[in-house]
């Protein structure tokens, strides 16, 4: 038995299917971690496969390889360095679990089984693994280590069994993915359970981009007490190093440890959003992104989260005017590319929208142009930017943000739609922030990045003479907060009106969301920011007869 204990906690970023890879990181962790004297290098859910690996696990060749690697590393810790406590996909008795596997002296010294599978969105744990028995604690070295995984300590069931089974310590690997406010939420949730079982809780997230995704770190551990004594960053790779002691009682301490404050509020959410696109990028491999730069809110932020997140030589902006754009957003999309450094490319769509004129022509005799006329010049700038990606094999980058996208106003094109979900006002409130502040580990210039007249000017897809967003639409403030009150919080005409909201623009958006479903569902993946974010999670029928609120 030892009274002295050393834990690293491995926030790393592993890419989902990438078996070598991952494996490497976590030798790369295990080398770091044995120089600066740790016993035990702890590391995310399903950190061998990647999270979340989702039916890849019911691939038996996939499996035979994450057995292997697992296998691999046990055999590397013969060498008398740390141990590792790792995460894979893992058969035992004819059946498969979400478990963590305990690496020491040269083979697998245990294994845990997940508990309390996630069913929500695209983890959907529970089609894919067998939910775990009520765990015991394994043995390190003389220490008794309880390891709930991930949601079993959102309940006090587990933790408390393995407190009455005689852990020492809990220690948590976890695959929890970044939303507003999620920080505080996990601290919280642990917080409860060291108050109920009176043991220091130590916690590893996972950090990186993947699909939908974004997981934002932030590990940290617990003191008996329910204090914070260590606390790793948001949106980084790190190895947290803390050092425990048996105190007289028998209960242990932190005795050394750091702490990092994570990034909050807007700060966190342009992180997510950067992390969200360098690896969407990186991870498969495009040398770069390009954008539609069209002298709007949008696609100025989108152009400066990218360079942020790539840099600018990996960034190429394309302005596509039309006969309806004006001098003005030519030279607002000039601004924009020349503030962020990016290439700017300018490409007219007149005579492609020209040609489809005279192709429909005899179609639509007799008829008014109407919505065909302004989406077949949307659909050229697509054609056009997809063109560019299929010959120079770049990743094209949606623009559209949230509101345009819940009320079908944002064409489904691109790889990656950065700002899925983010409402207009918000997407406003990033851009400013970001004018005002450097983000960490940003590629791109300090100062201003989006023009102020961008900012300033009313929204337009200059579709038509003069036409600007507004015509049809109520300010976003008040648009946003009443799709806000839709699909985040359930609300119904009578909250609404409550609100400020008018009946008749309540039933009208309400027919806009339901019309737009299907429209939704062809575009991009895009990085979750919101509790009920525009990806899978979202799952309203596209055939409906409830299309009325009163």
Known sequence: MTDRLSIALAQTNPTVGNIDANADRIRAARAEAAARGADLVVFPELSVSGYPPEDLVLKPFFLDRIEAAVRALAEETADGGPALLVGAPWREGGRLYNTVLLLDRGGIAATRFKVDLSDCGVFDETRLFAAGPPPGPVNLRGV?????????????????????????????????????????????????????????????NQVGGQDELVFDGGSFALAADGALVAQAPSFAEHLLVTRWERGADEAWACREAETIAPAEGLEAVYAALVLGVRDCVNKNHA?????????????????????????????????????????????????????????????????????????????????????????????????????????????????????????????PCGGYAVLKDVYRTTACALARWRNAHVPAGARGPAG???????????????????????????????????????????????????????AELVARVWRMLHAAEGKRRQGPPGPRIARRPLNRERRHPITSGFTDLA
Do not use: W
Request: hydrophobic share 45%; charged share 25%; with cysteine.
């Open 287 to 411: 040398p770069g992104v390009l954008i539609g730069l069209s002298g709007g809110l949008d696609s100025a932020l989108t152009a400066a989260i990218a360079v942020d997140a790539l840099g600018a030589d990996r960034v190429h902006a394309v302005t596509m005017p039309s006969p309806h754009t004006v001098k003005g957003s030519l030279e607002d999309a000039a601004e924009t590319a020349e503030l962020l450094g990016c290439r700017l490319d300018r490409i007219p769509i007149a005579p492609v929208v020209k040609a489809f004129d005279s192709m429909l022509a005899p179609a639509l005799a007799g008829r008014e142009p109407g919505v065909a006329a302004e989406t077949l010049q949307a659909r050229a700038r697509d054609v056009t930017l997809m063109a560019l990606s299929d010959q120079f094999g770049a990743l094209v980058l949606a623009t559209g943000d949230k509101s345009e996208m819940l009320l079908g106003r944002a064409t």
């Open 448 to 502: 201003r990045v989006v023009p102020e007249r961008v900012l300033a000017k009313a929204s337009t897809a200059e579709l038509g003479p003069g036409q600007t967003e507004r015509d049809a639409l109520p300010p976003y403030e008040r648009l946003d907060d009443l799709l806000e009150g839709l699909v985040e919080r359930d609300l119904g005409l009578a909250d609404l009106a409550g609100r400020g909201h008018d």
């Open 144 to 204: 008794r280590l309880g390891i709930p995984v991930c949601e079993d300590i959102r309940t006090p069931d587990v933790v408390e069994t393995l407190a009455e089974s005689g852990a020492e310590l809990i220690v948590v690997p976890n695959g929890s993915s970044f939303e507003t406010g999620k920080q505080d939420e996990r601290i919280q949730i642990a917080v409860h359970r060291v108050i109920e079982s009176g043991l220091p809780l130590l916690y590893v």
